[in-house]
Each structure stands twice: as C-alpha cells, then as structure tokens.
C-alpha cells in the first residue's frame, strides 16, 4: 500500500509539472519602461520574445523584428533583426515627450506631456520569411545553378558577335524612332522598373501580433537598476502577450470576432431634392479589413493572395460590383472607400449587398473564405445596418461585419 501511494504520488506529481510547462506557450515579447521626468523621455527597452512560430505554412522565418510606437505620437523604432524563436535584443528607444506650440507672436512654447492612462506603448513583432519553401531544397537549387553556369559558358563565345549585332540593330531602330517620330521602342516601353530593396524586404513581412501597455501612472512600480536621474521610475521587466492588432475606431466594441476575418463598412442612402428625402441610391463603400491570425496562417500555407468583392444583386441577377488588387496575407488592410464602393439604384425592391472573402492560389483555384448579404432580408447586424441607413438619409452608418 505504501509503494502504491509512493507512486500515485509521483505521477501526479509528474502530470502537474508537465502542464505547468506547456500552460503558457503562446508568443509574447518583452518590454521594460522607463519614465524620467527629468529628461523629459520615455525610455522603452525591448528585452526579446519567445515562443514565436519558426515556420509559416511551408515557409520558414528568416528573422524578427520588434516596431515600437508611442500612441498618439508619430515616432517609431525598430529592432535590428534577429534569426531566433527566442530572440533577445535589450535595446532602448528614446521617446521625447514635450509638445512644442506657437504663440500669437511667433514664440514658440515646449511643455511637458503628461503620462496618463491616454498613452500607450503598442510592440508590434513582425516575422520576416525567407525566399524558399520548406520542400525547395538547397541541393537541387545548387545543381541547376551549376548546369545553367556551365551552359552559359558554352553558348558565350558563339553568341557573344550575334549578341552585339543584335544591340547595335536596336539601338539603331530606337534612335530612328526617336528622331521622326518623338517616341520610343516597344522593347523601351515595357521595360519594367526593379522594386527597391525595402520593397521587397516589407513583402515578406507577417504580423504575428502586438502588445499594447497602458501607460497609467500606477505601472511604474519599481526604481531602474540604473537610473540616469533619481527621478526615474520603471515598470520594470513585464512580459506581455501577442494578440491580433485593434483598429481603434469608433465601433470597435461591436465588432463580433470571426475566425474568417471582418470588414468595416458603411452604408449611406443619398438624400433626395427635400430635406430628409430619400434620393433612390444606396451607397455601400469598404474602408477596412482584419484578418485573423487562423485565416492568415490557413492561406500563407496554400501560398494564395487574398481580395474581396462587393456585389450588387437586384431580382437574383448581379447587376454591379467592384473587386479588390490582390493582396498577401495579413492582419490589417485599409481601403479607399472613395473607389472600393458599390451602388444600388433601388433599394426598395428585390436589392441586396453580396461581400465575399476569396483566395486564390498560384494555380488560379479560387476558394471562398467567407462571404455575408446586407439586405431587408438579412438577420442579425447585417438587417440593422440596412435598415439604419433607410431610415436615416444622408447618414453613414459605419459598422464591422463578420464574414460566414
């Protein structure tokens, strides 16, 4: 009995330390704040991150990158790149907080910003992915770079006298365009110019989330372990989750999460000639769309591009509708609702709005994330919006609508 109790004991023991372990895996970042009244500054040190996923879908991480940012405020740092699932940076950023304003006589006034609970410190940490897929292997590549070496070698020497022939006969024909005719070659026009090298470096960037720290007064706990005046006061080390990054506009509150991702949209019925008239159309324009992380990670692993259609159907019959560029995965995207929009010339028949959320691979295969219909006949949030907007003309009604 007293073995048997002995080992009940051991692994209870065993099963408890084990899920203390894995209770908290998910990716967080590090962040101490330093306020020093003196200075005048924010001092904002990222220690690192950990639990970062290595691979998105079948693309591996190259590096990660901390962006710091001090809201509301214009300033932002970033951390130099780091090639670990368990980065460690300990770098300071330095935000000024004094406001400069003029007076009527040209003067102008710095004054120290107060720290309130109106401030906040957002980390956001991005994954930037390497060029390759997990199934490319180096080995392969290297054998065809070495094939494709050896043939060029081969076909320089016969083709090198054909080759500069070639380049005088155009070079030839352009200027003979030019002179009479004041334009350039074909081969001239479609010349396409090389994107830059942050281009390219910021299209390979994911969002895997941000931190946002409230900078009340009653964070700032402890005294740094150097401080640079004796004012100085510090939240000390804090480690905080990484979650899906907040629009902070009004009506966010109302915003129904969804695995599929949601849009902000409004809808506005135009006024008519009278006051409070209605004229007939019905505008519904996109200015904003949030991914979630799911949906994010679910089509970097099919490598599709993402976009979305706004359809206008009248009698079962889609009579107009407007389609987004193609973009990448990712958290956040805004719109200009001035082009994204749609009409409806007679929303007091058979009228309803279709939005759909669709991927499409590099084989051309379409797959439909989620799509809904606002309409009179459209339950929940979406029947509300469309009735507001009838019963209020001239008025945007602006909410998030979750795609199904």
Known sequence: MAIA??????????KSSSLNRTTNLEPEVGIKIVHSP???????TVIGARHLPQNFGFTRVNSYVVKVKLLPGKEKFETTPKNESWPSWNEEFTF??????KSKFGKTKVTEEE????????????????????????????ENDKAKGESSKKGKKDTSAFKSMASTSDSSKANVLTQFFGKQSDKEKTSVPQRSARDRIFDKRRTLGAATVKLDPGVFVTKPAKPKHASDVSTGETWWPLKPISSGISGADERRESKKGQVEISLCQEKGDKDGESGGNLVLSLSKLRCSL????EHEALKGQLYIKMSVVDNGIVTHFWKSDRFTPTISTSFSPDNARVIAKNPQGDVSFVVKFVSKNKMGKKTAIGHFVIG?????TYGEQWKQALAKPGQQITKWQPFE
């Open 5 to 14: 109790r002995i080992k009940s004991f051991i692994d209870s023991g065993l």
């Open 38 to 44: 003196a200075a005048k500054a924010l001092y904002v």
């Open 96 to 101: 000024p907080l004094t406001k400069e304003t």
């Open 115 to 142: 720290i309130s609970g109106s401030k906040f410190v957002v980390a956001t940490v991005y994954a930037v992915l390497e060029d390759k897929p997990l199934i490319a292997t180096e080995k392969k590549e290297s």
């Open 294 to 297: 799911h949906t994010m990670h």
């Open 376 to 380: 009179p006949d459209g339950g929940g």
